[in-house]
């Protein structure tokens, strides 16, 4: 019997990236996005079918599984890729775009893993694959809102993989680092605020030195053959490293004290910032 993995946010990079992957690999694919009438490649790929899902409306996220559900006959992983980036200075952030970061990135994630547990529980069997990130553990400056939510993922994953496992329910986490995506141009979010002009040095030396790592980075296609070793490994581990440095770096945040590793990361992302 054919697999079944249910994706939220294919409309492009990772989770486009990750339809294709598992097609081709001859799983069935529930690809869900906000706007499916405006897709038109995956719907032709072999086992693939579109569902509308916004991961900020139950209604939404429930009809979308239960019609995969009825169309396939059963999932089997869940793998939660919708997100995206609000970046810049947190003083500048609105109250409306912590909210919205905050109710996609983290809230939307738990909205779609409770829903989807009754039907896994039934089975006593299923995975629950959560993209978060390598800044899920570590952090850089001016991306404090989402290193907020990527760290929240974690936590919750890491307790919520004890209290599933004794229903064979496997909870894991593929930690990207830096991946050439539109995380990085049309579905980043800047905060704005003319207003307030102290960080203005600041922030114009580490803003283009962050958005360097994305220029430069592999494409989501690395991060889809991990998703898939993920859901096909049959087993209880919780964390996925790929992409780039970010095995390495996750590596030796675990090794050096807080002032060395802190101290790298400044002299990789503040380079060419002068205080004062």
Same mark, same amino acid.
């Given at each position: 019997?054919?697999?079944?993995?249910?994706?939220?946010?294919?409309?492009?990079?990772?989770?486009?990236?990750t339809?294709?992957?598992?097609?081709?690999?001859?799983?069935?694919?529930?690809?869900?996005?906000?706007?499916?009438?405006?897709?038109?490649?995956?719907?032709?790929?072999?086992?693939?079918?579109?569902?509308?899902?916004?991961?900020?409306?139950?209604s939404?996220?429930?009809?979308?599984?239960?019609?995969?559900?009825?169309?396939?006959?059963?999932?089997? /992983? !869940?793998?939660? @890729?919708?997100?995206?980036?609000?970046?810049?200075?947190? +003083?500048?952030?609105?109250?409306?775009?912590?909210? %919205?970061?905050?109710?996609?990135?983290?809230?939307?994630?738990?909205?779609?893993?409770?829903?989807?547990?009754?039907?896994?529980?039934?089975?006593?069997?299923?995975?629950?694959i959560?993209?978060?990130?390598?800044?899920?553990?570590?952090?850089?400056?001016?991306?404090?809102?989402?290193?907020?939510t990527k760290?929240?993922?974690?936590?919750?994953?890491?307790?919520?993989?004890?209290?599933?496992?004794?229903?064979?329910?496997?909870?894991?986490?593929?930690?990207?680092?830096?991946?050439?995506?539109?995380?990085?141009?049309?579905?980043? /979010? !800047?905060?704005? @605020?003319?207003?307030?002009?102290?960080?203005?040095?600041? +922030?114009?030396?580490?803003?283009?030195?962050?958005? %360097?790592?994305?220029?430069?980075?592999?494409?989501?296609?690395v991060?889809?053959?991990?998703?898939?070793?993920?859901?096909?490994?049959?087993?209880?581990?919780?964390?996925?490293?790929?992409?780039?440095?970010?095995?390495?770096?996750?590596?030796?945040?675990?090794?050096?004290?807080?002032?060395?590793?802190?101290?790298?990361?400044r002299?990789?992302?503040?380079?060419?910032?002068?205080?004062?």
């Amino acid at each position: 019997m054919k697999q079944t993995i249910f994706i939220t946010g294919t409309s492009s990079g990772i989770g486009k990236a990750t339809v294709k992957h598992f097609s081709e690999h001859g799983w069935q694919v529930a690809a869900t996005l906000r706007n499916p009438e405006k897709e038109t490649e995956m719907q032709h790929w072999q086992g693939v079918k579109l569902y509308k899902l916004d991961v900020s409306d139950t209604s939404s996220i429930n009809t979308a599984i239960a019609a995969a559900i009825n169309d396939f006959g059963s999932i089997d /992983v !869940l793998c939660n @890729n919708a997100g995206y980036g609000a970046v810049g200075i947190f +003083e500048k952030a609105t109250e409306e775009q912590i909210k %919205k970061q905050f109710d996609t990135n983290v809230f939307g994630c738990m909205n779609v893993i409770r829903a989807i547990l009754p039907h896994f529980r039934s089975k006593r069997n299923g995975t629950v694959i959560n993209i978060t990130s390598m800044g899920g553990l570590i952090t850089f400056p001016i991306y404090s809102l989402y290193h907020g939510t990527k760290w929240a993922m974690e936590g919750f994953s890491e307790s919520l993989a004890f209290e599933l496992r004794p229903l064979n329910i496997r909870v894991k986490c593929v930690e990207p680092g830096a991946i050439k995506t539109e995380f990085y141009t049309q579905s980043q /979010v !800047l905060f704005e @605020n003319k207003s307030i002009k102290d960080y203005d040095n600041y +922030e114009s030396v580490i803003y283009p030195n962050t958005q %360097k790592e994305g220029k430069n980075a592999p494409g989501p296609d690395v991060v889809a053959k991990t998703i898939y070793k993920a859901a096909t490994d049959n087993n209880f581990r919780l964390r996925y490293a790929v992409g780039g440095v970010s095995p390495l770096l996750l590596f030796m945040r675990r090794i050096l004290p807080d002032s060395w590793f802190f101290g790298i990361v400044r002299t990789v992302v503040e380079k060419g910032f002068k205080n004062g």
